[in-house]
């Protein structure tokens, strides 16, 4: 084993160079009036993955400012109904305020030769807590993943982590047909095929009814069943071409997928089975400089290398609607999946130290570092549901839920000498073993009142999430790995809540509203070990909601809600 003073990299580096001070400004006219553009939208995109980092529109000005960024390498967009798109790309050094001067856009006019008009379900229906939009409008993501439709919906965005935000804000509560799950957001939707879903809603305020877990809101999927009586069957296929840039990669990315559904609906039945397998990889490559000065010692450390991400994804769904008569309904599902993601990253790094002084070298070593990254989950569901209808159209209503994820992993960093492959200059082994359990019982009743609907109801639901994290590292070559107890625990959260609420809604041809309170009993217990240490925590809370839509006139619309 060697040992030197120079300080050893794995394969990720986060780097944050934030000032409040660093902004891009300009303005915006008309190319052939000279006149400002307002209501342009102004997006600024990190470069070179396109990842969003901010937006804003032109003032009554044309004037735009993006304030408090990070240094970077970006590229800035344009885009308004009737001009033509403007790219700019740029390099913003720390505190500086970047004017971009006047930007003229050009009028972007075509000549049509006929115009067909054609109806369709509408894409979008707005209520007074919710948009709701239908995948089947998003042609592009078929065959691919819920994470592909949810890209094309309006003012949500997707990082490369799989995490949703919506105008900035994160954290969603994800329901299943109805269900809260427990299972990530990101991990959901890149397990869900796009090609069952129905519908997607994006709930930003929240009724009396829901959780109030969801701090950005909640995105609520619902699943496809039959149309017509008898059967029916959907198969669709995927197959990606060969890779036009593979990046040196040692394997060649493979992408492929394929699912079917089969549906059987008659009076009293509705049955759907469906299957899908999703092969998604992606070849890439890593080129990064990074430098350090500390005192008088200034370090660089170049590296490149192969970035390459593998992903396998597995899903089944059952559902089972039985309707013996029009007063009554029993829904019986079932949905499983499994993922795995592989995220290889085998990169070289040359790490020297230089004397700022005289200029000469105190050190240096070359090293190639090969770090896996392996993510595995597995997710299943159940849920009954019995719902009777009295002839004054007053309902009430009984369910179950339970739910059971299996959150597995590991990393594993090697770095080794690249003089003498044998020598192993550090090796270190983290896994993660993390299973989730919910269940979930519930009372619902409603009645037409007042030219509305009162509703209520109870629920209980329990939680467990139990988290156990070794790691381990090598002292030297051909040694076993050693467990090292100060990175090393195991965390057990149980937490039982209950849960009533109320709300009275109503609508007239222009508003449409909803109030309502919630009222939480929360028990919450953790468990640390090694330590043994015990946390309880009770809390009881309310939770108010208010949602109102007016619409003035026909495309028009304005809401409020809290």
Do not use: C
């Amino acid at each position: 084993m060697k040992f030197t003073g120079l300080v050893l990299l794995g394969a990720g580096f986060v780097f944050s160079k934030a000032s409040a001070q660093t902004q891009i400004s300009g303005r915006i006219v008309d190319k052939i009036t000279n006149q400002p553009v307002s209501f342009v939208s102004v997006a600024l995109y990190r470069q070179p993955d396109s990842t969003a980092v901010s937006g804003t529109i032109t003032d009554s000005t044309g004037s735009y400012t993006l304030p408090n960024l990070n240094a970077g390498s970006y590229k800035l967009n344009t885009f308004f109904v009737g001009y033509k798109p403007a790219s700019i790309p740029l390099t913003l050094q720390r505190g500086q305020q970047l004017d971009l001067g006047t930007l003229t856009l050009e009028g972007d006019s075509k000549t049509l030769d006929e115009v067909q008009v054609t109806s369709q379900r509408a894409d979008v229906v707005i209520k007074a807590d919710r948009q709701t939009y239908r995948a089947a409008q998003f042609q592009s993501a078929a065959g691919g993943t819920a994470t592909d439709v949810l890209r094309n919906l309006p003012g949500l965005t997707i990082n490369a982590e799989g995490e949703v935000s919506l105008r900035g804000a994160n954290g969603f509560l994800v329901l299943l047909n109805g269900k809260p799950v427990q299972a990530n957001l990101g991990t959901l939707l890149s397990q869900l095929p796009a090609n069952s879903i129905e519908s997607i809603e994006v709930i930003t305020t929240p009724n009396a009814r829901f959780d109030p877990d969801g701090k950005a809101g909640i995105i609520a999927i619902v699943t496809r069943t039959g149309v017509d009586n008898g059967w029916s069957s959907q198969a669709n296929g995927l197959l990606g071409l060969p890779s036009v840039n593979d990046f040196g990669n040692a394997r060649s990315p493979r992408r492929y997928g394929a699912d079917l559904t089969l549906n059987y609906r008659a009076t009293r039945w509705d049955v759907t089975l469906s299957s899908a397998y999703t092969r998604n990889d992606i070849a890439g490559r890593r080129v990064g400089d990074v430098s350090t000065t500390i005192g008088n010692r200034f370090t660089r450390f170049p590296s490149e290398g192969e970035r390459s991400f593998d992903r396998y994804t597995l899903t089944n769904r059952l559902a089972v609607a039985f309707l013996p008569n029009k007063q009554n309904a029993w829904n019986l599902g079932l949905y499983q999946s499994q993922r795995t993601e592989d995220r290889l990253a085998d990169i070289f790094y040359t790490n020297t130290a230089t004397n700022l002084s005289t200029g000469q070298t105190i050190g240096r070593i070359a090293y190639f570092n090969s770090n896996l990254v392996r993510r595995q989950g597995r997710f299943y569901t159940a849920n009954l549901d019995y719902t009777h209808t009295f002839r004054s159209k007053a309902t009430i209503g009984a369910g179950a839920f339970y739910e059971y994820d299996r959150l597995d992993g590991f990393t594993r960093n090697l770095n080794l000498n690249r003089a003498d492959y044998a020598d192993t200059l550090q090796y270190t082994l983290s896994t993660t073993e993390r299973p989730i359990q919910n269940f979930r019982a519930s009372v619902d009743a409603s009645l037409p009142l007042w030219g509305g609907k009162l509703e209520g109801g109870y629920q209980y639901r329990f939680q467990d999430d139990t988290g156990d994290y070794d790691y381990r590292q090598q002292d030297g070559s051909g040694l076993p790995l050693r467990l090292i107890p100060a990175f090393t625990g195991r965390v057990a959260i149980a937490n039982r809540i209950h849960s009533w609420y109320t709300q009275f809604g109503a609508s007239t041809k222009k508003v449409e509203y909803t109030l309502g309170l919630r009222y939480e009993n929360s028990v919450r217990d953790l468990v640390a070990r090694p330590q043994n240490q015990t946390y309880s925590l009770t809390l009881n809370n309310l939770f108010p909601s208010f949602n109102l839509l007016y619409k003035p006139q026909t495309g028009l619309s304005l809401k409020a809600g809290f």
